[in-house]
């Protein structure tokens, strides 16, 4: 179902399809890979800034811790947080993780579920001094210190937002849409007027062959049309001139018996009679196959019975029946004799090729047609290898110069079935 919808669209509309199918596919993943790169910097700005904000800080906030003053660290965050607002929530914890100092950022936005946190180190370094009696002073260092101590009296926990850089990089992202969707539509009026142009060439390739062809069958009629005058003309030659001459030797030979006594003259005449006779009967019958005068005087259906009844007289092993349902009379003697001819190519297959037990002709007059079918129960071909024998081919030939339509269905083993429709007046 799905093709028949392909079927029914028009040359430009393929045209167009092929072309913009491809673009969209490309637009697409275009816009797919644009929008993840984007995000994709999104997360890797997040990662690299949030572990460099927390160390920054955690580094400058030691004196702070040390002398208690939370005030000015407090000042301190809250600028940072004016300054960065990929930064959502900062706050400064103590030695065992008690919370010290806390600031939001004002805007709004969605923080990320994970945190970045820095240690907050005091560093204390110890210096050896002598005493008044020359010995190295040794109050408050711890035993086995040397030179420097690292402590950590806290830590700085960073919470960061996407939403600030999300919108910068949404808006570089609509720009690179824009530039796209822009590209796109380009390339989408430039696929149009191809396919505008593509499809006036094909119609007008299109119209020419339909004219050849047009004119071919016009000519293939005319030829048909002088083909059957001229075996008309020769029919009857042969009838009035050939078989009147014959009748005439027939009749002087016959007198040349009556007159002579028995004898060889007698029997010579009597050979000359039977000669006569059998080139009269052959005249008849090649008056017959020129232009079978059963055509003209009992018109489409009796010709193609007394044909049906020729073939089965014929004893060839194949039965043949006749149905027929509808005025013939009146039918135009070009349509009438090209429908014979369509029957007797048919008819002569059946019996040269088809090994049928049973071959059947229809015919009928319906919606201002001529439909026939010829159908046996054969041994069938395979279109693909037969498809251009002369006999099928002389048959649509002559279809297709009466503006007329053949099918054929057949298969190995399967019988044949020939349907044929002629409009006529």
Not at 188 to 210: C, E, P, T
Request: charged content about 25%; hydrophobic content about 45%.
């Amino acid at each position: 179902m799905r093709w028949q919808v392909w079927r029914n669209w028009s040359v430009r509309t393929r045209l167009m399809a092929m072309t913009a199918i491809p673009l969209a596919y490309l637009f697409c993943s275009f816009v797919w890979y644009a929008y993840q790169s984007r995000l994709s910097e999104v997360h890797e700005e997040m990662a690299e800034r949030g572990p460099l904000v927390a160390k920054v800080l955690a580094d400058s906030s030691e004196f702070s811790l040390v002398s208690h003053r939370y005030d000015d660290l407090k000042l301190t965050i809250n600028g940072l947080l004016r300054a960065d607002p990929s930064i959502y929530r900062i706050d400064v914890l103590d030695a065992q993780r008690r919370e010290l100092v806390h600031a939001a950022a004002r805007s709004s936005g969605e923080p990320e579920a994970r945190y970045y946190e820095a240690p907050v180190l005091k560093r204390l370094m110890w210096v050896a001094m002598l005493g008044p009696d020359g010995k190295p002073y040794q109050k408050d260092r711890p035993a086995g210190a040397s030179g420097v101590t690292v402590e950590t009296m806290g830590f700085v926990r960073v919470t960061m937002s996407p939403s600030a850089l999300l919108l910068k990089q949404t808006r570089r992202f609509y720009v690179e849409l824009l530039v796209a969707s822009l590209g796109l539509l380009a390339c989408v009026l430039l696929a149009w007027q191809l396919a505008k142009g593509l499809d006036a060439s094909l119609q007008a390739s299109m119209r020419a062959l339909r004219e050849a062809d047009a004119e071919k069958r016009r000519l293939i009629g005319k030829v048909n049309t002088a083909v059957e005058d001229e075996r008309q003309s020769i029919a009857l030659e042969i009838h009035d001139e050939l078989n009147a001459t014959l009748i005439a030797a027939r009749l002087e030979a016959q007198r040349i018996a009556d007159l002579s006594p028995d004898g060889e003259v007698r029997d010579k005449a009597q050979s000359i009679i039977k000669l006569t006779l059998g080139l009269y009967n052959s005249g008849r019958a090649l008056v017959r196959r020129l232009r079978p005068e059963v055509l003209d005087m009992l018109g489409l259906e009796g010709a193609v019975e007394e044909m049906l009844r020729h073939y089965d007289n014929a004893r060839s092993g194949c039965r043949f029946n006749l149905q027929a349902r509808g005025d013939f009379s009146r039918m135009e003697s070009s349509i009438a004799i090209s429908a014979y001819r369509i029957v007797q190519e048919a008819l002569s297959n059946i019996v040269k090729h088809a090994r049928a037990t049973q071959a059947t002709v229809s015919l009928s007059l319906e919606e201002g047609e001529l439909r026939m079918q010829i159908a046996d129960n054969g041994i069938g071909y395979d279109t693909a290898q037969a498809s251009s024998g002369i006999g099928l081919v002389g048959m649509r030939e002559r279809v297709y110069a009466a503006n007329g339509r053949i099918s054929v269905d057949t298969g190995l083993a399967a019988g044949t079935r020939i349907n044929i429709a002629m409009p006529i007046r």
